[in-house]
């Protein structure tokens, strides 16, 4: 009897998995550092046109799952994953799948603002010109302008894009990563804390933009912020000590988490 | 008291007066029964340095001071009429001089004592016999003027030795003292040690500085010099560099400034390309172990004296070039060329381009480039279009400071490249550079009085000009570039 409940349950949650659109797919996960294991069989997916939140005390992988998505541990040398990572179904560790191609599918918007020390537009067409994406110079000046704009940023600066990118202010500079993100037209944007290096008018612009974002792309955001992951969010996960903790609904998460440590972590009891 | 003795006994009071400084601070504040303001031992410091310091910048006034007021004395006492005829005021006092340290030597070696100066044992009748006997020889019999002057140099000099002495470490023992006796334990003797150090500090680079101005002071007054004896027009636009020894001579600085852009410029091209993909592989590609161990052994290359490549020039890389390029090509016959010593002052400068474009590649922040791998580009696409055009600027002040070196290199050129001045284009051709007529202008028996080696310091100058126009374009390049991660 157990053991067909049991059973029956597997078979719903299978199907309920089917009926989900994953974007992305993360199976048992694990990462290390030379010797150190950062990551333990993390299984966590990404959902199509949602915003993911992934909180957890500092040091707990949270991070580190999120530069799994887009293979940017590889550019760490001691740094080995294993386990399973699919992107539409297909692993992205697969031979067949380079890893330019991966990165423009996964754009990434970093910590810090970190534009390149070249004007705002060549910021922008810098992905676009790398992959090819611009037939023409109207081309490529559609593709700035209208990254620009999906990143609420055209209006600011559409008279000034020969100036430096570095010139910008703080929360100028981050939503013009977001836009350089956004030129190759990926299908999922990973934001690395984008927000906490920004004072908190800047940063409801960028919240504000992650809303706008999500219709056309599944985001991944880490954040230390709870109100954030709150206030962005559609999913939340939470890690610790390199473990996923719980994976639910963000409003089931922030009123109601199964898990006592999940609770006490948003309660402010710890980290 | 010689100053070796002196600046001894100065040392042996500084220490004495550290420890009577620290003693006194120690015991005063036991006395009264207060915290000390400083440690004891910066009490101690603080003596030793009221000891040490001014009685030694007195000690090297005094001695820059002393030989000044003493020749000008002595100079005095010299009439007209024992200046040789074409000779020179200063040739008669360089003899003084020598007469002057040969009486001390023939006192020394012979045990006459300072009488025999005056009695006749020792007069200007046996003098020359006297000194050639201790191993002073001189040129012709001593007048009786420039007898009597060096003995008034040598008794001015032993005056001055014994008041220097005296002064020297009266000063330092009265300061010692002093401070010794304002020592309490509420002086404030941290931050005079402080301040001694920053006034340390400071004096060090006034040093520098005023030795770059007095170089630049000397170089300036002798090629005002040259161009009151010869037109300027001439030495800055004739194609001919052709210098005589009993005048009319062409001094051009065309041909030398040629040769010495000529070879730069082939260092350069041999340097730079190779310096900056040494750069490229060490910052981005090489892991850190091999890094830590190629990159010394790079800066090993600058480290060879340059005479060892000029060797290497001359007998290895001049012949090959010869043998295998310039004649089956027919292009020339000689071992010395522009090539040779252009290839080998490449490889020498190799180190300053990759040494600091790696330590300027390095600088930029990871996250560049970061940003540019999660935008999908490949290692070298990264390089290419992020890297090095963030670190551009710094590159080209390496490059620049490569340049300035391979402008003011010249053993390499003597012997790679040979001696002669020459405009061509032809690169198996031998030439010269500036630096080389410097020296070669320089050599032998000469006096300061003719075009032909005057030329020297106008070439001189000019070089300066040139490098130092090459250190401030550097300076600003490189200044540009730090403000751009702030």
């Not at chain 1, 008279?159 to 993100?181: F, Y």
């Not at chain 2, 020749?71 to 008669?92: F, Q, T, Y």
């Not at chain 2, 071992?335 to 490889?347: D, E, I, N, P």
């Not at chain 2, 999908?376 to 590159?395: D, F, H, M, N, Y």
Request: aromatic share 8%.
């Amino acid at each position: 009897m157990n053991v067909l409940t049991e059973a029956a349950t597997e078979k719903a949650l299978v199907k309920k998995m089917n009926e989900i659109n994953y974007k992305m797919v993360g199976q048992d996960v694990s990462v290390y550092y030379g010797d150190k294991r950062a990551l333990f069989d993390v299984n966590l997916g990404v959902r199509d046109n949602t915003v993911t939140a992934l909180i957890g005390p500092s040091g707990c992988g949270k991070s580190t799952f999120l530069r799994c998505l887009n293979r940017m541990n590889d550019t760490i040398q001691s740094a080995k994953v294993t386990g399973r990572i699919t992107l539409d179904g297909q692993d992205i560790h697969d031979p067949s799948i380079d890893v330019v191609e991966l990165r423009a599918r996964v754009g990434m918007v970093f910590q810090k603002p970190n534009p390149f020390p070249k004007s705002i537009y060549e910021n922008v067409a810098y992905g676009p010109r790398i992959h090819g994406l611009a037939r023409s110079k109207p081309d490529m000046d559609q593709i700035v302008e209208s990254s620009l704009q999906k990143a609420g940023l055209w209006n600011e600066v559409k008279d000034r894009l020969n100036e430096a990118g570095t010139g910008l202010s703080g929360g100028q500079q981050q939503r013009l990563c977001i836009a350089r993100a956004v030129a190759v037209s990926p299908e999922v944007i990973l934001m690395d804390e984008p927000c906490s290096a920004l004072d908190p008018i800047a940063t409801a612009r960028v919240e504000e933009l992650i809303h706008e974002l999500r219709a056309n792309y599944s985001i991944v955001i880490v954040t230390h912020s709870m109100q954030q992951a709150a206030r962005v969010s559609q999913r939340t996960a939470m890690f610790h000590l390199g473990h996923l903790v719980e994976e639910d609904d963000t409003d089931k998460m922030f009123t109601n988490p199964n898990d006592q440590r999940t609770q006490d972590y948003i309660m402010g009891r710890f980290g | 008291m010689s100053v070796g003795s002196i600046v001894l006994v100065l040392l042996v009071l500084a220490v004495i007066g550290y420890f009577l400084g620290r003693g006194r601070s120690l015991s005063a504040a036991k006395r009264d029964h207060v915290k000390l303001h400083s440690l004891p031992g910066y009490y101690g410091q603080t003596v030793a340095l009221f000891v040490a310091v001014p009685a030694f910048l007195l000690l090297i006034v005094w001695l820059f001071i002393q030989p000044v007021l003493i020749e000008s004395r002595v100079n005095e006492m010299l009439p007209d009429s024992v200046i040789p005829e074409g000779g020179a005021r200063s040739l008669v006092m360089a003899d003084v001089r020598q007469i002057a340290g040969g009486l001390d030597a023939v006192l020394n070696r012979t045990g006459l004592t300072e009488e025999a100066l005056d009695d006749g044992r020792l007069d200007v009748s046996n003098v020359r016999a006297r000194l050639a006997e201790v191993g002073v020889a001189l040129g012709s019999d001593v007048p009786t003027e420039v007898y009597e002057a060096a003995k008034t140099y040598r008794r001015s000099a032993d005056t001055g030795d014994l008041l220097m002495a005296i002064a020297v470490i009266g000063t330092a023992l009265g300061l010692g003292v002093w401070a010794l006796m304002r020592i309490s334990p509420k002086m404030r003797a941290r931050n005079v040690s402080e301040n001694f150090v920053l006034a340390l500090l400071i004096g060090s680079s006034t040093i520098a500085i005023l030795t770059t101005a007095g170089i630049v002071a000397s170089l300036v007054f002798e090629t005002v010099n040259f161009f009151k004896m010869y037109p300027a027009s001439e030495f800055f636009f004739s194609t001919v560099w052709n210098p005589q020894f009993r005048g009319g001579s062409e001094l051009g600085i065309w041909p030398l400034l040629w040769g010495t852009l000529y070879i730069s410029l082939v260092a350069l091209l041999v340097a730079v390309p190779i310096g900056l993909m040494i750069a490229i592989y060490l910052a981005d590609y090489a892991s850190q172990s091999l890094r830590s161990l190629a990159k010394p052994a790079i800066e090993i290359l600058a480290g060879i004296p340059t005479i060892v490549y000029g060797l290497f020039a001359l007998i290895t890389v001049g012949p090959f070039l010869r043998d295998w390029i310039a004649q089956p090509l027919g292009l020339g016959n000689s071992s010395s060329s522009v090539l040779t010593a252009g290839l080998v002052m490449g490889v020498m400068i190799i180190p300053f381009v990759s040494s600091l474009s790696d330590d300027i590649i390095n600088a930029v922040p990871q996250a560049m480039r970061d940003g540019s791998y999660a935008m999908g580009a490949t290692q070298s696409e990264t390089i290419k279009r992020v890297i090095l055009p963030a670190a551009l600027p710094g590159i080209v002040g390496a490059i620049l400071l490569a340049a300035s070196r391979a402008i003011g290199e010249t053993m390499i050129v003597v012997l790679g490249a040979g001696a002669a001045a020459r405009l061509d284009l032809n690169p198996f051709e031998a030439m010269t550079t500036v630096t080389v007529k410097i020296v070669s202008q320089l050599t032998g028996d000469t006096e300061f009085a003719s075009p032909e080696t005057l030329v020297a310091f106008a070439l001189g100058l000019t070089l300066f000009v040139i490098t130092l126009g090459l250190n401030v374009l550097a300076l600003y390049v490189v200044r540009r570039y730090r403000e751009q991660y702030e």
